[in-house]
């Protein structure tokens, strides 16, 4: 016999402008289960999550909880109600201080009325007590802009957990996080379900998904495709329920010819970060960097864009050398780069997809004292039809779109600079299995134009089904390079660790 749910969706339809994000969603989870809710960016999850938490009011429908219909109308009440979220693009204050952060919205008062202050010996004491709880070694004072993204994501983990929520909902937690920590918050999860929280879990990530999914519901365009226990599925029917069409090759790199030199790096170093890093790209081929995290990989494509300063080293585009001291310098060059974290430096969050695309090519549309607007629009359209972007207008706020349009947003916007070479710092973290497959084909077919493209990835599969070379770092060092004949996971991971 079923138990009865403890939180319930029933016929929830919310709609934006000319988009209908969920159509008549019926959505339920039990007591001490994990339920994965999969589908495309854009299918509705987060939307469908946001309800539940308070950010959106649906149009139609309802919620139940523990039986109770429920109106919840902002994110505080959600938590009054036992129910936490954790988002999959970190919002958070840089100035802020760990202790500040774990604690923000719900500090301890001290005194008596007309006289209460916060209690801040309560705050770190109990700050050191969760941090230690979860075998975190980050001083509580220290500020949120001194961590990386790992670092903030186990923070709002931790934030969560700490709060005794009986519902706990969690879009793509390790979209930024290392394997050690996707073990831990398996770990964690596992722990919390066999203490009766109900678990909501977003994510693309099929291994992930399998591993700890009691309850699995597919959307597609809005709409519940599908919802049944995790054993009544397989990867390829979950895949192929969620892009509603049979993916038979995740990658679809095509081989390249052996072409001149577009882009060469020298002896790059700087100071305790990388050393004598020198490789080459070739025109039409795509390079893979893989390494574990901290290896160095993005501090290397940030120094080549301008973003941090290089010691020493040479770079080269097309045979001639070139200085970069800013960014400037290497958009003049012809060199790009994509980021690895889109929501920090890629996006501008409340500016629209047209102003998104245009930003990084003004010196374009800018001339003669004004603005031309109607050349800017047209140049826009273009790009975003050849990559297919999907955006109800040119004028929708970019943090309307799905994450993986988005990322076509943010690629539009370099390919707009006519770049020679690319670096793809993560272009497919937090996206769909179908969105991937989007950006591969924008990849080959860039490729085909006779660009350099370099593509940084935590995602081993990924690399080597895209790439024609693999350069490995390791401690800021580069420790081979890995022609497609010789790929293999193991032969990566074994130069990734060398000592």
């Known amino acids: 016999m079923a138990k009865a749910p403890v939180i319930e969706l029933r016929n929830i339809r919310k709609t934006f402008p000319g988009v209908v994000a969920l159509s008549n969603v019926n959505f339920a989870v039990e007591r ?18 946001k309800v539940l938490d308070g950010i959106y009011k649906a149009d139609e429908g309802e919620i139940l909880l523990n039986g109770v219909k429920v109106e919840i109308a902002n994110p505080q009440q959600a938590r009054d109600l036992g129910i936490a979220m954790i988002f999959q693009e970190l919002n958070f204050v840089p100035e802020m201080t760990v202790e500040e952060h774990l604690f923000l919205g719900n500090e301890p008062i001290k005194g008596i009325p ?11 004491k109990g700050a050191l007590e969760m941090l230690a709880a979860e075998g975190l070694s980050y001083p509580p004072d220290v500020k949120l802009r001194n961590l990386s993204v790992s670092d903030i ?36 999860i596992d722990e919390l379900r066999k203490k009766g929280l109900a ?66 790096a020298k002896d790059l170093n700087r100071a305790g970060v990388f050393h004598n890093v020198s490789f080459t790209v070739r025109a039409g081929e795509i390079v893979g960097f893989a390494g574990l995290v901290g290896a160095g990989r993005t501090e290397v494509a940030r120094a ?46 409340m500016r629209s997809v047209e102003e998104n695309a245009a930003l990084g090519n003004l010196k374009k549309y800018i001339y003669g004292g004004r603005l031309h607007a109607a050349k ?7 790009r975003f039809r050849v990559i297919d972007v999907k955006t109800p207008s040119l004028e929708t706020p970019i943090q309307s779109l799905s994450g993986g349009n988005q990322q076509k947003v943010l690629l539009s916007k370099w390919l707009l600079a006519e770049p020679r070479v690319l670096f793809m710092d993560e272009p497919t973290r937090g996206i769909d299995v179908g969105a991937k497959f989007e950006i591969y084909k924008i990849m080959v077919g860039l490729a085909r134009q006779g660009k350099g493209l370099v593509m ?31 790929f293999s996971q193991e032969e990566v991971m074994r130069l990734a660790t060398l000592a």
């Open 304 to 349: 080549i864009f301008g973003l941090d300063p290089l010691d020493s080293g040479r770079i080269f585009v097309r045979g001639a050398e070139t200085r970069v001291r800013s960014v400037r310098d290497s958009l003049n060059s012809g060199v790009v780069m994509l980021s690895e974290d889109r929501r920090r430096y890629g996006i501008i969050p």
């Open 32 to 49: 001490g289960t994990v339920h994965v809710l999969c589908g495309e960016n854009g299918a509705g999850k987060s939307t469908l999550m």
């Open 153 to 188: 994501q186990m923070l709002e983990i931790t934030k969560a957990v700490s709060r005794d929520a009986d519902i706990l909902i969690m879009d793509e937690p390790t979209s930024a996080i290392t394997n050690r920590e996707v073990d831990n918050l398996m770990r964690k």
């Open 199 to 264: 678990i909501i879990y977003i994510s693309h990530k099929m291994d992930e998904i399998f591993r700890i999914a009691d309850q699995i519901t597919i959307l597609r365009d809005g709409a519940v495709v599908q919802s049944r226990p995790a054993g009544e599925y397989d990867i390829d029917k979950v895949i192929s329920l969620m892009v509603g069409r049979t993916i038979t090759n995740a990658y679809p790199k095509e081989p390249v010819e052996p072409a001149e030199v577009v882009f060469e």
């Open 456 to 486: 940084i990835s935590s995602e081993l599969p990924e690399l080597l089904g895209m790439c024609d070379r693999v350069y490995v770092m390791g401690k800021g060092r580069i420790r081979g390079v890995l022609s497609a004949d010789q």
């Open 114 to 124: 007309g006289f209460r202050r916060v209690d801040w010996r309560t705050i770190r």
């Open 376 to 382: 800017e629009r047209a140049e826009v359209l273009e």
